[in-house]
């Protein structure tokens, strides 16, 4: 049974940063691909970024391109986001998502992945 499990959200201020982990186990990651999804309240969950596990980062929302950046160690089989010049509207739930191999790699949308982690709450407030 894969276990996703998010650590590393917290209380921030604008213009902070925080590095989110994801720590994978239950199987062998090779060829999934790995997500982060947020939901603000009142919001759908929106796509934020994703990678391959051998390391070829997809596509960034706008809204989060040039601020966080996501990666891997295959190691430690986690994933991270670090993510820079926080603002308020980065507010949510962060969620990291694994996506079974064989299906594609570009995949925006939740119902597209597979496993979900719990979520890690990212408050950025003054």
């Known amino acids: 049974q894969v276990q996703l499990v998010e650590s590393g959200g917290g209380l921030v201020q604008p213009g902070g940063s925080l590095r989110l982990s994801c720590a994978a186990s239950?199987?062998?990651?090779?060829?999934?691909?790995m997500g982060w999804f947020r939901q603000a309240p009142g919001k759908e969950r929106e796509y934020v970024t994703a990678?391959?596990?051998?390391?070829?980062?997809?596509f960034y929302a706008d809204s989060v391109k040039g601020r966080f950046t996501i990666s891997r160690d295959g190691a430690k089989n986690t994933v991270y986001l670090q993510m820079n010049s926080l603002k308020p509207e980065d507010t949510a739930v962060y969620y990291c998502?694994?996506?079974?191999?064989?299906?594609?790699?570009?995949?925006?949308?939740?119902?597209?992945?597979?496993?979900w982690g719990q979520g890690t709450q990212v408050t950025v407030s003054s």
């Open positions: 239950g199987r062998t990651f090779s060829n999934y691909v």
């Open positions: 990678i391959t596990w051998s390391g070829m980062t997809l």
């Open positions: 998502a694994a996506r079974l191999p064989g299906r594609g790699v570009v995949a925006l949308k939740s119902p597209e992945y597979d496993y």
